[in-house]
Protein backbone atom coordinates (compact mmCIF):
# COMPACT_ATOMS: atom_id res chain seq x y z
CA UNK A 1 0.00 0.00 0.00
CA UNK A 2 1.21 3.38 -1.01
CA UNK A 3 1.83 5.76 2.02
CA UNK A 4 -0.56 8.75 1.52
CA UNK A 5 2.35 11.25 1.35
CA UNK A 6 4.03 9.86 -1.29
CA UNK A 7 0.88 9.40 -3.33
CA UNK A 8 0.60 11.36 -6.36
CA UNK A 9 -0.88 11.44 -10.60
CA UNK A 10 1.92 12.33 -12.32
CA UNK A 11 1.38 14.85 -15.60
CA UNK A 12 2.29 13.24 -18.71
CA UNK A 13 1.63 15.31 -21.11
CA UNK A 14 4.72 17.07 -22.06
CA UNK A 15 3.45 18.68 -24.53
CA UNK A 16 0.75 20.71 -23.34
CA UNK A 17 2.95 21.31 -20.14
CA UNK A 18 4.97 23.23 -22.29
CA UNK A 19 2.88 25.71 -23.22
CA UNK A 20 1.39 26.13 -19.63
CA UNK A 21 5.09 27.03 -18.38
CA UNK A 22 5.13 29.59 -21.11
CA UNK A 23 1.84 30.71 -20.47
CA UNK A 24 3.25 31.39 -16.34
CA UNK A 25 5.90 33.82 -17.94
CA UNK A 26 8.47 32.33 -15.40
CA UNK A 27 11.85 33.67 -16.44
CA UNK A 28 15.61 33.73 -15.82
CA UNK A 29 14.83 35.92 -13.05
CA UNK A 30 12.94 32.96 -10.85
CA UNK A 31 13.51 31.03 -7.96
CA UNK A 32 10.60 28.54 -8.89
CA UNK A 33 9.80 25.71 -6.33
CA UNK A 34 8.27 22.20 -7.71
CA UNK A 35 6.20 20.31 -4.75
CA UNK A 36 6.19 17.01 -5.18
CA UNK A 37 8.35 16.78 -8.20
CA UNK A 38 7.73 12.72 -9.18
CA UNK A 39 9.86 11.73 -12.28
CA UNK A 40 11.15 15.72 -12.66
CA UNK A 41 8.80 16.20 -16.00
CA UNK A 42 7.55 19.82 -14.48
CA UNK A 43 11.41 20.29 -12.84
CA UNK A 44 12.70 19.81 -16.59
CA UNK A 45 10.32 22.06 -18.49
CA UNK A 46 11.50 24.56 -15.76
CA UNK A 47 14.57 24.59 -16.15
CA UNK A 48 14.44 25.87 -19.52
CA UNK A 49 13.47 29.06 -18.34
CA UNK A 50 14.19 29.69 -14.43
CA UNK A 51 17.01 30.83 -12.84
CA UNK A 52 16.70 27.82 -10.08
CA UNK A 53 14.50 25.02 -9.67
CA UNK A 54 13.99 24.01 -6.58
CA UNK A 55 12.23 20.68 -6.55
CA UNK A 56 11.32 18.70 -3.68
CA UNK A 57 10.43 14.84 -2.96
CA UNK A 58 10.06 13.21 -0.14
CA UNK A 59 9.33 9.40 -2.04
CA UNK A 60 12.97 8.07 -2.22
CA UNK A 61 12.13 5.86 -5.22
CA UNK A 62 11.25 8.83 -7.58
CA UNK A 63 14.22 10.74 -6.07
CA UNK A 64 16.33 7.99 -7.47
CA UNK A 65 15.08 9.16 -10.48
CA UNK A 66 15.56 12.50 -9.83
CA UNK A 67 19.41 12.33 -9.22
CA UNK A 68 20.02 10.49 -12.33
CA UNK A 69 18.31 12.98 -14.57
CA UNK A 70 19.14 16.17 -13.11
CA UNK A 71 23.00 15.18 -12.55
CA UNK A 72 24.67 17.78 -14.48
CA UNK A 73 21.60 20.56 -14.74
CA UNK A 74 22.90 23.33 -12.10
CA UNK A 75 20.01 25.24 -12.26
CA UNK A 76 17.74 22.50 -10.47
CA UNK A 77 18.59 21.76 -6.71
CA UNK A 78 16.87 18.41 -5.21
CA UNK A 79 15.48 18.32 -1.83
CA UNK A 80 14.10 14.49 -0.47
CA UNK A 81 12.61 16.54 2.22
CA UNK A 82 9.03 17.00 3.65
CA UNK A 83 8.29 20.10 1.92
CA UNK A 84 5.66 20.88 5.05
CA UNK A 85 8.90 20.98 6.98
CA UNK A 86 11.27 22.79 5.32
CA UNK A 87 11.61 26.83 5.70
CA UNK A 88 10.93 28.88 2.19
CA UNK A 89 12.90 30.62 0.61
CA UNK A 90 13.71 34.55 1.91
CA UNK A 91 13.52 36.00 -1.17
CA UNK A 92 10.58 35.89 -3.57
CA UNK A 93 9.48 32.89 -5.36
CA UNK A 94 7.46 31.53 -7.54
CA UNK A 95 5.61 27.88 -7.53
CA UNK A 96 4.26 25.63 -10.89
CA UNK A 97 3.81 22.71 -9.03
CA UNK A 98 1.30 18.93 -9.39
CA UNK A 99 0.73 18.70 -5.58
CA UNK A 100 0.05 15.73 -3.72
CA UNK A 101 -3.86 15.88 -3.81
CA UNK A 102 -3.82 14.52 -0.14
CA UNK A 103 -1.78 17.29 1.06
CA UNK A 104 -3.45 20.22 -0.33
CA UNK A 105 -5.03 22.07 2.28
CA UNK A 106 -1.47 21.74 4.05
CA UNK A 107 0.40 23.24 1.51
CA UNK A 108 -1.80 25.76 0.42
CA UNK A 109 -1.74 27.26 4.08
CA UNK A 110 2.18 26.76 4.41
CA UNK A 111 2.72 28.54 0.98
CA UNK A 112 0.05 31.56 2.18
CA UNK A 113 1.58 31.86 5.17
CA UNK A 114 2.15 35.47 6.12
CA UNK A 115 5.85 35.69 6.12
CA UNK A 116 5.50 33.80 2.78
CA UNK A 117 7.84 35.50 -0.12
CA UNK A 118 5.89 33.86 -2.95
CA UNK A 119 4.50 36.09 -5.63
CA UNK A 120 2.79 33.91 -7.92
CA UNK A 121 2.07 30.31 -8.06
CA UNK A 122 0.16 27.85 -10.45
CA UNK A 123 -0.81 24.69 -8.71
CA UNK A 124 -2.47 21.32 -9.86
CA UNK A 125 -5.35 20.38 -7.88
CA UNK A 126 -8.75 18.82 -7.45
CA UNK A 127 -11.26 20.86 -9.34
CA UNK A 128 -13.32 20.27 -5.81
CA UNK A 129 -11.01 21.52 -3.99
CA UNK A 130 -10.08 24.67 -5.96
CA UNK A 131 -13.64 25.40 -5.55
CA UNK A 132 -13.09 26.09 -1.85
CA UNK A 133 -10.09 28.57 -2.53
CA UNK A 134 -12.51 30.56 -5.41
CA UNK A 135 -15.64 30.82 -2.91
CA UNK A 136 -17.43 29.14 -5.68
CA UNK A 137 -20.67 27.87 -5.76
CA UNK A 138 -20.59 29.47 -2.06
CA UNK A 139 -18.27 31.13 -0.20
CA UNK A 140 -15.89 29.98 2.80
CA UNK A 141 -13.96 30.97 5.13
CA UNK A 142 -10.45 30.66 3.01
CA UNK A 143 -11.63 31.83 0.01
CA UNK A 144 -12.89 35.58 1.97
CA UNK A 145 -9.17 35.39 3.90
CA UNK A 146 -6.71 34.98 0.99
CA UNK A 147 -8.84 37.24 -1.33
CA UNK A 148 -7.42 40.28 0.90
CA UNK A 149 -3.79 39.19 -0.43
CA UNK A 150 -4.13 37.37 -3.72
CA UNK A 151 -5.68 37.45 -7.34
CA UNK A 152 -6.93 33.46 -7.83
CA UNK A 153 -8.29 32.15 -11.06
CA UNK A 154 -8.71 28.98 -12.53
CA UNK A 155 -6.79 28.87 -15.90
CA UNK A 156 -6.66 25.33 -17.21
CA UNK A 157 -8.78 22.39 -16.99
CA UNK A 158 -6.91 19.08 -17.66
CA UNK A 159 -8.21 15.49 -19.69
CA UNK A 160 -7.70 13.29 -17.05
CA UNK A 161 -6.41 10.50 -19.25
CA UNK A 162 -2.85 12.75 -18.61
CA UNK A 163 -2.21 11.82 -15.45
CA UNK A 164 -0.79 8.22 -14.17
CA UNK A 165 -2.81 7.00 -12.93
CA UNK A 166 -5.66 8.30 -14.01
CA UNK A 167 -7.59 9.98 -11.45
CA UNK A 168 -11.44 10.01 -11.00
CA UNK A 169 -11.70 13.27 -10.27
CA UNK A 170 -11.20 16.78 -12.17
CA UNK A 171 -8.14 18.52 -12.02
CA UNK A 172 -7.12 21.74 -12.78
CA UNK A 173 -4.59 24.32 -12.79
CA UNK A 174 -4.88 26.98 -10.27
CA UNK A 175 -3.49 30.61 -10.16
CA UNK A 176 -2.77 32.35 -7.13
CA UNK A 177 -0.97 35.90 -7.69
CA UNK A 178 -0.02 37.79 -4.49
CA UNK A 179 -0.82 41.83 -4.03
CA UNK A 180 0.78 43.97 -2.21
CA UNK A 181 -1.29 44.58 1.41
CA UNK A 182 -0.83 46.41 4.66
CA UNK A 183 -0.08 43.74 7.30
CA UNK A 184 -1.98 45.45 10.23
CA UNK A 185 -5.51 45.90 7.86
CA UNK A 186 -4.89 42.13 7.24
CA UNK A 187 -4.68 40.74 10.70
CA UNK A 188 -7.90 42.36 11.13
CA UNK A 189 -9.83 41.54 8.24
CA UNK A 190 -8.78 38.07 9.24
CA UNK A 191 -10.32 37.91 12.69
CA UNK A 192 -13.21 39.68 10.55
CA UNK A 193 -13.82 37.23 8.43
CA UNK A 194 -13.08 34.25 10.83
CA UNK A 195 -15.52 35.95 13.74
CA UNK A 196 -18.38 36.21 11.06
CA UNK A 197 -17.78 32.43 9.80
CA UNK A 198 -17.62 31.34 13.38
CA UNK A 199 -21.10 32.74 15.02
CA UNK A 200 -23.47 29.29 15.87
CA UNK A 201 -27.35 29.36 15.39
CA UNK A 202 -27.84 32.90 13.73
CA UNK A 203 -28.14 35.21 10.55
CA UNK A 204 -25.44 36.76 9.53
CA UNK A 205 -27.04 39.75 10.14
CA UNK A 206 -27.04 39.57 13.73
CA UNK A 207 -23.49 38.97 13.58
CA UNK A 208 -22.96 42.61 11.81
CA UNK A 209 -25.21 44.50 14.21
CA UNK A 210 -22.45 43.11 16.37
CA UNK A 211 -19.44 44.98 14.22
CA UNK A 212 -21.46 48.39 12.76
CA UNK A 213 -22.79 50.92 13.62
CA UNK A 214 -26.37 51.87 13.47
CA UNK A 215 -25.70 54.18 10.48
CA UNK A 216 -23.83 51.53 8.86
CA UNK A 217 -26.04 48.98 9.49
CA UNK A 218 -29.03 50.00 7.60
CA UNK A 219 -26.87 49.63 4.12
CA UNK A 220 -25.42 46.40 4.93
CA UNK A 221 -28.93 44.89 6.21
CA UNK A 222 -30.39 46.50 2.48
CA UNK A 223 -27.61 44.50 0.57
CA UNK A 224 -28.24 41.59 2.92
CA UNK A 225 -31.92 42.03 1.98
CA UNK A 226 -31.32 43.00 -1.65
CA UNK A 227 -29.82 39.70 -2.40
CA UNK A 228 -31.56 37.43 0.32
CA UNK A 229 -28.37 36.53 2.22
CA UNK A 230 -28.38 35.10 5.13
CA UNK A 231 -25.53 32.83 5.89
CA UNK A 232 -21.66 34.03 5.65
CA UNK A 233 -21.34 31.18 3.09
CA UNK A 234 -23.70 33.56 0.56
CA UNK A 235 -21.53 36.67 1.24
CA UNK A 236 -19.34 37.27 -2.31
CA UNK A 237 -15.40 37.85 -0.69
CA UNK A 238 -15.67 41.04 -2.91
CA UNK A 239 -18.30 42.19 -0.29
CA UNK A 240 -16.54 40.93 2.69
CA UNK A 241 -13.38 43.83 1.27
CA UNK A 242 -15.47 46.31 0.88
CA UNK A 243 -17.49 46.07 4.19
CA UNK A 244 -14.45 45.72 5.99
CA UNK A 245 -13.78 49.11 5.23
CA UNK A 246 -16.05 50.59 7.00
CA UNK A 247 -15.89 47.79 10.22
CA UNK A 248 -12.07 49.21 10.53
CA UNK A 249 -12.65 52.79 10.75
CA UNK A 250 -15.40 51.72 14.11
CA UNK A 251 -13.09 52.03 16.82
CA UNK A 252 -12.08 49.75 19.59
CA UNK A 253 -15.55 49.21 21.02
CA UNK A 254 -16.36 47.04 17.59
CA UNK A 255 -12.42 46.48 16.88
CA UNK A 256 -12.30 44.58 20.05
CA UNK A 257 -14.90 42.21 19.22
CA UNK A 258 -12.82 40.58 16.67
CA UNK A 259 -9.37 41.24 17.31
CA UNK A 260 -7.48 37.65 18.17
CA UNK A 261 -10.74 35.88 16.84
CA UNK A 262 -8.50 33.41 14.09
CA UNK A 263 -5.78 32.56 16.38
CA UNK A 264 -8.20 31.57 19.72
CA UNK A 265 -10.69 29.84 16.60
CA UNK A 266 -7.60 27.61 15.32
CA UNK A 267 -6.57 27.17 19.08
CA UNK A 268 -10.04 25.45 19.60
CA UNK A 269 -10.11 23.55 16.39
CA UNK A 270 -7.18 21.83 17.67
CA UNK A 271 -7.78 21.59 20.98
CA UNK A 272 -11.31 19.67 19.79
CA UNK A 273 -9.28 17.18 17.25
CA UNK A 274 -6.72 16.37 20.19
CA UNK A 275 -9.95 15.46 22.32
CA UNK A 276 -11.40 13.81 19.23
CA UNK A 277 -8.23 11.49 18.76
CA UNK A 278 -7.94 10.62 22.12
CA UNK A 279 -11.28 9.05 22.83
CA UNK A 280 -10.66 7.09 19.40
Not at 180 to 195: E, G, I, P
Not at 216 to 226: D, F, G, N
Not at 231 to 255: A, R
Request: aromatic share 14%.
Amino acid sequence: MVDIKYSQNLYTNKTHLQKLVKLSRINSNDIVLDIGAGTGVITEELSKYAKQVIAYELDPKYFEVLKKRFNNTPNVILKNEDFLDIQLPQKEFKIFSNIPFSLTSDIINKITDLDSKFVEAFIFLQKESAKRYLGKPKNTQISSILSFRYDINIIEEFNPGDFKPVPNVDIILLKLKARSFNKQDYLLYRDFVTYVFNQMNRSVLDTFKELFTYKQLKYVKQYLEENNYSKPTDIPSGYYLDVFQKFKLNGDKYISRVEGYYLRNIKQHAHREKVHRTRV
